[in-house]
């Protein structure tokens, strides 16, 4: 039997674990340059390249992401994400698009090889804008544009107004549920500022995606940026966008 | 609540839009701000442009403004995730925020307008209310006369002129309150639905009907409670710049919508498709047809044919409510219609209203309702008809 001095004993044991134990998630959910030494904003600017042609839609970067930034899991949550794209033959602006639960399990077969049709799977997250409109309407500067080119929040400070989310042209941003402010991909900002890379290029097997900095005249972004046929997602709202795209069809919003 | 949101989307939306970000609250923003704006806008209309028919709804109008101006922040601050965190946008404004720049816009408006606009005019009331009533009565008075208690002619035509400066200087603040509130949604490029330079000043528009039907309904059922005579030459010509001002923001919605079907860029058969779906009722029905073209009509109808009094009072209560249900049904339009649609213009989604939730049915006809309880303390505190004050100074009462 449990004596009352041995009950609150324990329960203030598991009191105190769980809060140095949510202090340590805290310190890995959200590194900031100060516990990163040596990293200095002004030396980086970074960007991600995405390779359409190599993407095969399996959700490996999905599943990290939302495991290494404690996304909710809900359907409608997500830092980035997996679209599957169907054009039909004789139709190329037409296509048919979907995006089950992000791609976080995968794209079950659904359309028949050999029918004419061009498929195709296109990673989406925050673009990291030189001139986001998000960044713009904040009413507080609660998101920023770091000087190491990173789109960034400040949960502290966010009202949670969602303008934002609306200014966004593509969708990257939404409202967590557990803190009722502003969410979205931050480059694992916690990983960059330490020399790794991000969670979904670390677990992309394809390298599909590649976080690069272009301020480093050595990192190989460079060579891939001069060798492909490069775009932004819809380049007509001049956001300064750095998500670039190789293969990226002209069907795709 | 999962099946729900994802059983409503139909073709393709980008995941995170699955979830709806403003609801029926930040419908009624922009609806009681311009409620605001055009009431101030019809106030003026005497006061600046001496139109002396419509004098006896100004200090009503004053004081609709801001009952109405009052409520206005309180469905923003509802629907915040974090509302103790508002006041951030007042201390560290972001300035090329449109949102954190109204606020500005708005205290200004409160403030150094509206609040001061009306304390000048009703000074001389205060004044004499203070000294003759007793008790609680008398110190609310007297701390709304802020101690000053001099109404000598020379000290009431001073407040006169300053009454007369911050009028002009009001309408176009008023001006800004609303085509700032247009300027929110009309920046945002991201939604086509939204972003036009047209979106201002069709707001603008819609805010002066709005206001000055709204005058006018509560001025009519105001006097039928009260018993008194409604002013019939003051309720025509209302009427008529209702109808002018209706006229034009009819047509400056109509230009919007040819442009766009015109133009069809884009976004075209996505919003055309919304516009002829789930956007009918609120669009087609609500907005132009039973909000729009049938109030003109009757406003109309007796600049065209002669119309008795009874009936012409009749069909201004009609319009005046048809109005006011029209606008309200344009800011849903505007506000909830831009969110149905993917920004991929791939698919479409259903806003569903919550009943008894902090940003449900309930709370909206709550914050509907609330102004006009302030009103009817603000007529009990400041009436309008300079009763009680003009009699003890051997004035006949005027009425409303």
């Given at each position: 039997m449990t004596t009352r001095r041995e009950f609150v004993g324990k329960s203030s044991t598991f009191l105190v674990l769980s809060a140095a134990a949510a202090a340590a998630l805290d310190n890995v959910l959200e590194g900031t340059p100060e516990k990163a030494p040596g990293y200095k904003k002004a030396d980086h600017w970074w960007a991600m390249i995405i390779d359409i042609e190599k993407c095969i839609g399996c959700g490996n970067c999905v599943r990290a992401c939302k495991t290494e930034n404690g996304v909710s899991m809900e359907p409608y949550y997500?830092?980035?994400?997996?679209?599957?794209?169907?054009?039909?033959?004789?139709?190329p602006e037409h296509p048919q698009v979907d995006s089950p639960n992000g791609g976080y399990d995968g794209f079950p077969e659904k359309y028949k090889p050999g029918d004419g049709s061009k498929n195709f799977f296109v990673p989406k997250l925050c673009n990291h804008c030189a001139h986001s409109p998000c960044v713009q309407v904040c009413p507080v500067g609660a998101t920023f544009e770091s000087p190491d080119g990173v789109v960034l929040v400040d949960k502290s400070y966010c009202l949670g107004c969602r303008y934002c989310v609306q200014a966004c042209p593509y969708g990257c941003r939404y409202i967590d549920p557990k803190t009722h402010v502003v969410d979205k991909c931050s480059f694992c900002y916690h990983r960059i500022t330490k020399g790794l890379t991000t969670a979904c290029c670390e677990t992309c097997p394809t390298e599909a995606r590649q976080i690069g900095d272009l301020k480093?005249?050595?990192?190989?972004?460079?060579?891939?940026?001069?060798?492909?046929?490069?775009?932004?997602?819809?380049?007509?709202?001049?956001?300064?966008?750095?998500?670039y795209y190789n293969g990226l069809d002209g069907s795709v919003r | 609540m999962q099946d729900s949101l994802l059983s409503a989307v139909e073709g393709?939306?980008?995941?995170?839009?699955?979830?709806?970000?403003?609801?029926?609250?930040?419908?009624?923003?922009?609806?009681?701000?311009?409620?605001?704006?055009?009431?101030?806008?019809?106030a003026s209309l005497e006061r600046v442009f001496k139109v002396e028919a419509v004098k006896p709804t100004y200090r009503l109008a004053l004081l609709t403004a801001l009952a109405f101006l009052l409520v206005a922040p309180l469905p923003?601050?509802?629907?915040?995730?974090?509302?103790?965190?508002?006041?951030?946008?007042?201390?560290?404004?972001?300035?090329?925020?449109?949102?954190?720049?109204?606020?500005?816009?708005?205290?200004?408006?409160?403030?150094?307008?509206?609040?001061?606009?009306?304390?000048?005019?009703?000074?001389?009331?205060?004044?004499?209310?203070?000294?003759?009533?007793?008790?609680?009565?008398?110190?609310?008075?007297?701390?709304?006369?802020?101690?000053?208690?001099?109404?000598?002619?020379?000290s009431l035509a001073i407040d006169q002129k300053v009454g007369q400066f911050l009028t002009v200087i009001g309408i176009p603040s008023a001006f800004l309150l609303h085509g700032?509130?247009?300027?929110?949604?009309?920046?945002?490029?991201?939604?086509?639905?939204?972003?036009?330079?047209?979106?201002?000043?069709?707001?603008?528009?819609?805010?002066?009907?709005?206001?000055?039907?709204?005058?006018?309904?509560?001025?009519?059922?105001?006097?039928?409670?009260?018993?008194?005579?409604?002013?019939?030459?003051?309720?025509?010509?209302?009427?008529?710049?209702?109808?002018?001002?209706?006229?034009?923001?009819?047509?400056?919605?109509?230009?919007?919508?040819?442009?766009?079907?015109?133009e069809a860029d884009e976004s075209f058969?996505?919003?055309?498709?919304?516009?002829?779906?789930?956007?009918?009722?609120?669009?087609?029905?609500?907005?132009?047809?039973?909000?729009?073209?049938?109030?003109?009509?009757?406003?109309a109808l007796p600049q065209l044919v002669a119309v008795t009094e009874r009936a012409?009072?009749?069909?201004?209560?009609?319009?005046?409510?048809?109005?006011?249900?029209?606008?309200?049904?344009?800011?849903?339009?505007?506000?909830?219609?831009?969110?149905?649609?993917?920004?991929?213009?791939?698919?479409?989604?259903t806003y569903k209203v919550d009943f008894a939730t902090r940003e449900g049915l309930l709370p909206a006809i709550l914050l509907l309702i609330l102004p006009f309880l302030i009103l009817i303390g603000l007529l009990k505190l400041l009436p309008p008809w300079e009763s009680t004050a003009n009699v003890h100074e051997g004035e006949e009462p005027r009425a409303v």
């Open positions: 997500f830092r980035t994400w997996v679209e599957r794209y169907h054009v039909p033959a004789g139709n480093n005249p050595a990192d190989p972004i460079h060579e891939f940026l001069r060798t492909h046929k490069i775009n932004v997602l819809k380049p007509q709202m001049a956001t300064g966008s750095k998500a | 393709f939306m980008y995941p995170n839009e699955i979830e709806l970000q403003w609801s029926i609250l930040i419908v009624l923003y922009p609806y009681i701000t311009g409620l605001v704006a055009g009431a101030f806008i019809l923003l601050q509802m629907h915040l995730g974090h509302p103790e965190r508002s006041l951030q946008m007042y201390l560290t404004p972001h300035t090329s925020s449109a949102m954190a720049m109204f606020g500005f816009v708005y205290l200004w408006y409160l403030l150094a307008v509206l609040v001061l606009e009306i304390w000048l005019d009703y000074r001389k009331e205060i004044v004499l209310m203070a000294r003759q009533a007793s008790g609680w009565k008398k110190l609310l008075y007297q701390t709304m006369s802020l101690g000053v208690d001099d109404i000598s002619e020379e700032y509130v247009g300027f929110i949604f009309g920046s945002i490029k991201a939604n086509p639905w939204w972003s036009t330079p047209m979106m201002p000043i069709v707001f603008l528009f819609s805010a002066i009907v709005s206001g000055i039907a709204l005058v006018l309904l509560v001025y009519m059922v105001f006097s039928y409670i009260n018993g008194t005579r409604i002013d019939m030459v003051c309720v025509d010509t209302i009427a008529r710049y209702l109808m002018y001002a209706f006229i034009i923001d009819f047509t400056l919605e109509g230009i919007d919508l040819l442009h766009r079907m015109y058969k996505s919003l055309d498709f919304m516009v002829h779906t789930k956007l009918f009722v609120s669009q087609i029905l609500l907005q132009i047809i039973f909000g729009g073209l049938l109030p003109i009509g009757l406003l012409r009072r009749g069909l201004y209560l009609l319009a005046t409510s048809l109005t006011l249900i029209g606008i309200l049904a344009m800011r849903w339009n505007v506000v909830i219609g831009g969110q149905l649609f993917s920004k991929s213009f791939l698919g479409y989604t």
